[in-house]
């Protein structure tokens, strides 16, 4: 039982090495279980020093298992709209040992979001970002950094994550505005000018925000348990496949227990009449998200249906939503231009109290333009 060799210590031993080469990941196989791409995985070795600890030959990377978790912890800070710089270096800190005496906790992304407010104080608004990213947000919430990270990667438990948090943090109509319309039209731009590549990213984000959206949608309430006239009819017109706007306005009328029925994708003409003719409906909101399914006749058809006895006869409001509208005039029809604008005016028509944004400002976005390409 000799001594080791100095030259020889237990950590760099030929059988060691070759151990740990065998348990490592290759840098494509890494890839696949992380959901990123091989490029994002040198890039991130370049640029933050997250690298792997073995390397064959000199030039090929093997990630054993204490860098899949470094690099996990980063993927994961990442989608929660840390920026990369900084989510590298916690991700490293929570992979180190705290060096003794040294009082400086490594930085979390709670510390980077600043001390909570005090009791009873309204929370700081979520800070804007203008760094460079995989998708074209430009100065957007850093929830939709975050956002868009997780679904460029595929990442449907995080995309879901995300959805679910800024709901619970900022209400339905702050989510929907500032969180999930800019990050689906960012999206919609990058499919748009890449030759329909990110296909895929755009259809797991609509699904989830889908599913984000329904989850807090109250049961459709019955017309005897709200004031004033029939309910609110949401629609696509014929043709037209795009429901997301709708959905989110119908959970916003779901919040303030007004009624509501909601009839989804491409209702054909004839259907959508006769429903309404049935329902006698306070409002009729028609979505068109191209031109080419924007039908002027039949909003004006459904603007001059009456019902009622004579002498107090009613007809409904129709309220046009979509990109697909756009230049054609409506008379005697509102085109709201933003999706608090609608739900203010629907929830008029019963003397509702509006929801209100919490605190943030309104923006000409969520209704009158669609997400996604148009």
């Given at each position: 039982?000799?001594?080791?060799?100095?030259?020889?210590?237990?950590?760099?031993?030929?059988?060691?090495?070759?151990?740990?080469?065998?348990?490592?990941?290759?840098?494509?196989?890494?890839?696949?279980?992380?959901?990123?791409?091989?490029?994002?995985?040198?890039?991130?070795?370049?640029?933050?020093?997250?690298?792997?600890?073995?390397?064959?030959?000199?030039?090929?990377?093997?990630?054993?298992?204490?860098?899949?978790?470094?690099?996990?912890?980063?993927?994961?800070?990442?989608?929660?709209?840390?920026?990369?710089?900084?989510?590298?270096?916690?991700?490293?800190?929570?992979?180190?040992?705290?060096?003794?005496?040294?009082?400086?906790?490594?930085?979390?992304?709670?510390?980077?979001?600043?001390?909570?407010?005090?009791?009873?104080?309204?929370?700081?608004?979520?800070?804007?970002?203008?760094?460079?990213?995989?998708?074209?947000?430009?100065?957007?919430?850093?929830?939709?950094?975050?956002?868009?990270?997780?679904?460029?990667?595929?990442?449907?438990?995080?995309?879901?994550?995300?959805?679910?948090?800024?709901?619970?943090?900022?209400?339905?109509?702050?989510?929907?505005?500032?969180?999930?319309?800019?990050?689906?039209?960012?999206?919609?731009?990058?499919?748009?000018?890449?030759?329909?590549?990110?296909?895929?990213?755009?259809?797991?984000?609509?699904?989830h925000m889908s599913t984000a959206l329904r989850r807090c949608t109250a049961p459709p309430a019955r017309h005897s348990d709200a004031p004033g006239p029939g309910p609110v009819v949401l629609a696509c017109v014929p043709g037209e496949q795009?429901?997301?706007?709708?959905?989110?306005?119908?959970?916003?009328?779901?919040?303030?227990?007004?009624?509501?029925?909601?009839?989804?994708?491409?209702?054909?003409?004839?259907?959508?009449?006769?429903?309404?003719?049935?329902?006698?409906?306070?409002?009729?909101?028609?979505?068109?998200?191209?031109?080419?399914?924007?039908?002027?006749?039949?909003?004006?058809?459904?603007?001059?249906?009456?019902?009622?006895?004579?002498?107090?006869?009613?007809?409904?409001?129709?309220?046009?939503?979509?990109?697909?509208?756009?230049?054609?005039?409506?008379?005697?029809?509102?085109?709201?231009?933003?999706?608090?604008?609608?739900?203010?005016?629907?929830?008029g028509l019963y003397g509702a109290e509006p929801s209100g944004l919490s605190g943030s400002p309104r923006r000409e976005r969520g209704l009158s333009r669609g997400p996604g390409p148009a």
């Amino acid at each position: 039982m000799g001594d080791i060799p100095e030259s020889e210590e237990p950590g760099t031993r030929p059988e060691q090495a070759s151990r740990d080469t065998a348990a490592s990941l290759s840098t494509g196989a890494l890839a696949r279980r992380l959901g990123v791409s091989p490029t994002t995985l040198r890039s991130w070795d370049r640029r933050y020093g997250i690298g792997p600890a073995v390397r064959t030959d000199g030039r090929h990377r093997r990630w054993t298992a204490p860098d899949v978790a470094v690099l996990e912890t980063m993927c994961r800070l990442t989608s929660a709209g840390v920026p990369p710089a900084e989510a590298a270096r916690a991700a490293r800190a929570a992979a180190s040992p705290e060096p003794a005496g040294d009082p400086t906790p490594p930085r979390t992304p709670e510390a980077a979001a600043g001390p909570a407010p005090a009791q009873g104080q309204a929370p700081e608004p979520a800070p804007r970002s203008r760094a460079a990213g995989t998708l074209p947000l430009g100065e957007v919430r850093q929830e939709c950094r975050g956002l868009a990270r997780a679904a460029v990667r595929l990442d449907a438990p995080a995309v879901e994550e995300q959805l679910a948090t800024a709901v619970a943090t900022h209400g339905l109509a702050v989510a929907w505005q500032e969180v999930m319309v800019p990050t689906l039209h960012a999206v919609g731009r990058k499919w748009a000018s890449s030759g329909d590549r990110y296909v895929e990213v755009e259809h797991l984000l609509s699904w989830h925000m889908s599913t984000a959206l329904r989850r807090c949608t109250a049961p459709p309430a019955r017309h005897s348990d709200a004031p004033g006239p029939g309910p609110v009819v949401l629609a696509c017109v014929p043709g037209e496949q795009h429901t997301l706007a709708l959905e989110a306005l119908n959970a916003g009328l779901s919040e303030l227990r007004l009624p509501t029925r909601m009839f989804g994708s491409a209702v054909p003409a004839e259907a959508l009449i006769a429903a309404v003719e049935r329902l006698g409906p306070a409002a009729v909101v028609l979505w068109a998200q191209a031109r080419s399914t924007a039908s002027l006749p039949l909003a004006r058809h459904l603007a001059a249906t009456q019902w009622g006895v004579k002498g107090a006869r009613r007809r409904p409001l129709v309220m046009l939503g979509g990109p697909g509208w756009q230049g054609r005039p409506g008379q005697g029809m509102l085109r709201p231009t933003a999706f608090q604008d609608a739900l203010d005016t629907l929830a008029g028509l019963y003397g509702a109290e509006p929801s209100g944004l919490s605190g943030s400002p309104r923006r000409e976005r969520g209704l009158s333009r669609g997400p996604g390409p148009a």
